[in-house]
């Protein structure tokens, strides 16, 4: 009797004992920094393990000693305020945003949680920062110059179809920048003589009538401008682009090797392991307000000979030359 009684009381410091494994695994879940990842495309964008990437350099390991809280609007950008609200709710130690519509919407949710930004436009420009070198207040992060890079796009892309004289841009007019985006590439187009035509697309559902629209305009190439959504659609994009048979020029790699013609932009795997290596100096004392905003040095030019051929365009080996990689 005795001895059923002793095992049945190990049984029940056994069952006590095991009912706290959770309790103590939440509590050491619960003491570990939180970073909040407010990104205005989709889940399945590289970036977010390119920030990762950058975090780990740092020590910093998803799961092990952080915890990452991860927000995707998917492109539809009205879903970050309440996204950010609740990261700001959870609290977490630092926002991270991914997109430059996730920036001011950060911005807008909080001026005591550090914010780390990848961003595409100007930040002094968009209010973001008082300035590069002194960003002021609680948000710094990584400007890739996106926004800034339209004109030479516009540029490269003439010098791929010379005689198109008559170029359609792509712009998702609820992006940040769009109106930025727009007047550089006009500015652009009048410098080189070209006659633009702006045309709008902010959901997939509006590519085949925005394609359709770009055909009726007799445009001879297709800019299309940086955007979160349009880069989370890139496939869709590419493929609507071989469809109309129209040579056309985008921001990042990842759509020349989707089958575009061709980019130009910022390399995205290292801005991002920036944007990681500037969140774990916040997770580890330094404050926004000290740490300048740093702009994108590292820029790739990408040709896809295999879709210039589909195209019937020829390439000239002094372009080639220029660029960083050709897919054959």
């Avoid at 990848?118 to 300035?131: M, R």
């Amino acid at each position: 009797m005795h001895f059923d009684r002793l095992k049945r009381r190990q049984f029940v410091t056994l069952l006590g004992g095991a009912a706290a494994w959770p309790l103590a695994a939440r509590a050491q879940q619960q003491a570990m920094p939180v970073v909040g990842f407010l990104s205005s495309g989709p889940a399945a964008a590289p970036v977010a393990g390119y920030f990762r990437r950058g975090l780990a350099e740092s020590g910093y390991v998803d799961g092990r000693n952080v915890l990452i809280e991860n927000r995707f609007a998917d492109g539809q950008y009205d879903r970050l305020p309440a996204f950010a609200g609740d990261l700001v709710r959870r609290p977490v130690s630092v926002i991270v945003t991914s997109g430059s519509p996730a920036a001011p919407v950060a911005k807008a949710a909080t001026t005591t949680i550090p914010i780390v930004f990848g961003f595409g436009g100007d930040p002094v420009k968009a209010g973001l920062v008082a300035s590069l070198n002194r960003p002021g207040g609680n948000i710094t992060g990584v400007s890739f110059l996106t926004s800034q890079l339209e004109s030479k796009r516009l540029g490269l892309l003439h010098e791929l179809v010379p005689r198109a004289t008559a170029i359609a841009v792509l712009v998702n007019p609820t992006n940040a920048n769009a109106a930025g985006q727009s007047a550089e590439v006009r500015e652009a187009a009048r410098t080189l003589g070209l006659q633009l035509h702006i045309v709008n697309a902010s959901g997939d559902g509006d590519f085949d009538s925005a394609f359709a629209a770009i055909a009726r305009t007799g445009a001879g190439a297709l800019l299309v401008a940086g955007d979160p959504f349009y880069f989370g659609q890139r496939q869709q994009l590419v493929a609507l682009a071989a469809r109309h048979a129209i040579p056309a020029m985008y921001d990042f790699s990842a759509y020349a090797q989707a089958g575009g013609l061709a980019s130009y932009g910022t390399h995205l795997a290292d801005a991002y392991r920036q944007v990681g290596l500037y969140t774990a100096r916040i997770l580890n004392g330094d404050k926004p307000a000290d740490l300048p905003v740093m702009q994108s040095t590292r820029f790739e030019f990408v040709i896809n000979l295999g879709t210039a051929k589909a195209l019937g365009i020829e390439v000239l080996p002094t372009l080639s030359a220029r660029a960083d990689e050709v897919i054959e």
